[in-house]
T-cell receptor
Framework: KNQVEQSPQSLIILEGKNCTLQCNYTVSPFSNLRWYKQDTGRGPVSLTI?????NTKSNGRYTATLDADTKQSSLHITASQLSDSASYICVVSAPLSGGYNKLIFGAGTRLAVHP | GAVVSQHPSRVICKSGTSVKIECRSL??????MFWYRQFPKQSLMLMAT?????????EQGVEKDKFLINHASLTLSTLTVTSAHPEDSSFYIC???????????????????FGPGTRLTVL
């Protein structure tokens, strides 16, 4: 079973609208949780990163929240733009020996913003 | 800073040939590089972890003799898909982890920087 579950699998919204993407995880312990944006045919680009002690992190129109107790995170996109059309991937880092992390990827939510 | 490049961006080859993909960290030294594979509408799957100057560590189910990884320097890792077949067609993405100086907090925010990916199509 995937340790990082994202919903919805895909989403279509109109330009200018807001949306919220969900991420539930079972990874424990975990070091941090990141949201990435991946445009079609491109590599992932980091949007936000939160450690277990952080509840929210913003990056422009992107706001991520984290509830470490319920192991849930969300990514809220405000005033969507056509360029927001992409896959959004939730990635949870599990600590390894030596001070590094192993990344565990969700399957992503494919967002399409229509004019 | 922290730019990772991949070359080529896309490649088409005949079945049975070998293809080499390069991953470079342009403005930082990377002690560790990672190779991922991504099939359509799926997330990234880690194939192997490559440390400079040592053999790569492959994930379960990944054939090390088919996917040859060389990490010859702190800024370059290569992935060679040997005797490629149509089922090897995929999007290959590398990432690089910065070489930190000084103390590093256990399991906190070591960051992997992703390359733009290479689209491999095997005919």
């Amino acid at each position: 079973k995937n340790q990082v579950e994202q919903s919805p699998q895909s989403l279509i919204i109109l330009e200018g609208k807001n949306c919220t993407l969900q991420c539930n995880y079972t990874v424990s312990p975990f070091s941090n949780l990141r949201w990435y944006k991946q445009d079609t045919g491109r590599g992932p680009v980091s949007l936000t990163i939160m450690t277990f002690s952080e509840n929210t992190k913003s990056n422009g129109r992107y706001t991520a929240t984290l509830d470490a107790d319920t192991k849930q995170s969300s990514l809220h996109i405000t005033a969507s733009q056509l360029s927001d059309s992409a896959s959004y991937i939730c990635v949870v880092s599990a600590p390894l020996s030596g001070g590094y992390n192993k990344l565990i990827f969700g399957a992503g939510t494919r967002l399409a913003v229509h004019p | 800073g922290a730019v990772v490049s991949q070359h080529p961006s896309r490649v088409i080859c005949k079945s049975g040939t070998s293809v080499k993909i390069e991953c470079r960290s342009l403005d930082f030294q990377a002690t560790t590089m990672f190779w991922y594979r991504q099939f359509p509408k799926q997330s990234l799957m880690l194939m192997a972890t490559s440390n400079e100057g040592s053999k790569a560590t492959y994930e379960q189910g990944v054939e090390k003799d088919k996917f040859l990884i060389n990490h010859a320097s702190l800024t370059l890792s290569t992935l060679t898909v040997t005797s490629a077949h149509p089922e090897d067609s995929s999007f290959y993405i590398c990432s690089a982890r910065k070489r930190y100086q000084g103390r590093h907090k256990l399991g906190s925010t070591d960051t992997q920087y992703f390359g733009p990916g290479t689209r491999l199509t095997v005919l």
